[in-house]
Nanobody
Framework: QVQLVESGGGLVQAGGSLRLSCAAS????????MGWFRQAPGKEREFVAL????????YYADSVKGRFTISRDNAENTVYLQMNSLKPEDTAVYYC?????????????????WGQGTQVTVSS
């Protein structure tokens, strides 16, 4: 069992930055791949980024590539999402999630545990 708690969301102007954190409980955090997803009002939850259990493999959605950076600290049971050059279209609730799926897990159903989400609002 893994419990996830996101933090770091807020209101920022376009071009600004935010750093999201996701704190995980449980001793097995380091065995899970971790992902970030987001969901805007009226839209489906979409993949943002993922990082493998050891940080060796990272993948981003095209919409955030070059602007967002995912990282993890297994000693602290935490995964991060650094978001730079934010745009109004990045506005959404951001969720972190844990997966036991190996390989490129980019679909919602591939994740076993989810956090409650944190709101990110980017004003123009």
């Amino acid at each position: 069992q893994v419990q996830l708690v996101e933090s770091g969301g807020g209101l920022v102007q376009a071009g600004g930055s935010l750093r999201l954190s996701c704190a995980a409980s449980g001793r097995t955090f380091s065995s899970y791949g971790m992902g970030w997803f987001r969901q805007a009002p009226g839209k489906e939850r979409e993949f943002v980024a993922l990082i493998s259990w050891n940080g060796a493999s990272i993948y981003y959605a095209d919409s955030v590539k070059g602007r967002f950076t995912i990282s993890r600290d297994n000693a602290e049971n935490t995964v991060y999402l650094q978001m730079n050059s934010l745009k109004p279209e990045d506005t959404a609730v951001y969720y972190c999630a844990a997966t036991r799926t190996t390989g490129w897990a980019m679909r919602v159903y591939e994740y076993d545990y989810w956090g409650q989400g944190t709101q990110v609002t980017v004003s123009s």
